[in-house]
């Protein structure tokens, strides 16, 4: 399969508990994107990449999420110190960077804090 | 208010039917739109890209009004196939950014 992977799919952590979602994109994207969505809702932009450069990042909910892509291939999305208002599934998305509309996306990482 | 806003849904229509999908956006720089299709637990995929002329993919039309800041989806003859959510997207440029913003979405249910 040569589309978007991450890992875990499931995660269910004890709140206070730091949790690190990986997404590989598709190897010829070099953008990459984090979104969070909750039931009912639209996907919500966290993050993006071009290449290993972290162009926006001021929609990080705040100063517990981070993430990097160190070598412009996959990604990493850390949320320290989880809450339970943090439960969500966090999608990520690559794309071509002339392409002007289509994101790939992954099936998701589902967090679930107790 | 936010920035991309859709109809709240659900639509609930028989097979056959016409439905029209409504959204508006508020941020006047915005260069590119979209609509996606999500079915249940399932991840965004993109439906069409919506053009200033308006487009259109077989049953599918899509229509923009920058004026307004409107985009609208009609779907004729619906399917069962139809079912899923669909999420309004709109892209910035330039200096305000390259993500894309995705709309709450609106529920469709196509019934036999």
């Known amino acids: 399969d040569t589309g978007v992977s991450q890992d875990p799919r499931h995660k269910i952590t004890k709140r206070g508990q730091n949790v690190t979602f990986r997404c590989d994109p598709i190897?010829?994207?070099?953008?990459l994107y984090w979104y969070r969505q909750t039931l009912g809702q639209g996907p919500e932009f966290l993050t993006y990449f071009q290449n290993e450069a972290q162009l926006e990042k001021s929609r990080l909910l705040s100063d517990r999420f981070s993430a990097e892509r160190p070598k412009g291939s996959f990604s990493t999305l850390e949320i320290q110190r989880t809450e339970q208002g943090d439960s969500a599934m966090y999608l990520c998305?690559?794309?071509?960077?002339?392409?002007?509309?289509?994101?790939?996306f992954g099936e998701g990482s589902r967090l679930t804090v107790l | 208010r936010k920035e991309v806003e859709q109809d709240p849904g659900p639509f609930n229509v028989p097979e056959g039917a016409t439905v029209a999908f409504n959204c508006t956006y508020s941020n006047s720089a915005s260069q590119s739109f979209f609509w996606y299709r999500q079915d249940c637990r399932k991840e965004p995929k993109l439906l069409m890209s919506v053009y200033s002329s308006g487009n259109e993919d077989g049953r599918f039309t899509a229509q923009l009004n920058r004026a307004s800041q409107y985009i609208s989806l009609l779907i004729r003859d619906s399917k069962l196939s139809d079912s899923a959510t669909y999420l309004c997207?709109?892209?910035?440029?330039?200096?305000?950014?390259?993500?894309?913003?995705f709309g709450p979405g609106t529920r469709l249910s196509v019934l036999p």
């Open positions: 190897s010829e994207h070099n953008r």
């Open positions: 998305a690559s794309s071509l960077r002339q392409n002007t509309g289509e994101l790939f």
């Open positions: 997207v709109v892209k910035a440029g330039g200096n305000y950014g390259q993500n894309f913003v």
